[in-house]
């Protein structure tokens, strides 16, 4: 007797490469700029960061300002 796998025919879905995305989650924001999570959350907190984006109590990273303001700094 011969057992036969179960195959599954649902592919998985693609997933968007974090430098097309235009928002990240705060994991993806420190996979991507080696920034470490805590500090980001500190950043994000700050009332004034131009790269934060509330959905409802989450916070997302906008990626092309929170590029900008990598870039323009030398110190974070």
């Given at each position: 007797?011969t057992?036969?796998a179960?195959?599954?025919?649902q592919?998985?879905?693609e997933?968007?490469p974090i430098?097309?995305?235009?928002?990240?989650?705060?994991?993806?924001?420190?996979?991507?700029?080696?920034?470490?999570?805590?500090?980001?959350?500190?950043?994000?907190r700050?009332?004034?960061?131009?790269?934060?984006?509330?959905?409802?109590k989450?916070?997302?990273v906008?990626?092309?300002?929170f590029?900008?303001?990598i870039?323009?700094?030398?110190e974070?």
């Open positions: 007797m057992l036969i179960n195959q599954n025919t592919k998985e879905p997933r968007v430098y097309e995305k235009v928002t990240l989650t705060i994991r993806e924001a420190a996979e991507y700029s080696n920034i470490g999570i805590n500090r980001l959350e500190t950043m994000l700050s009332p004034r960061c131009p790269f934060v984006l509330y959905v409802g989450k916070k997302l906008k990626r092309r300002e590029e900008k303001y870039t323009d700094r030398i974070i």
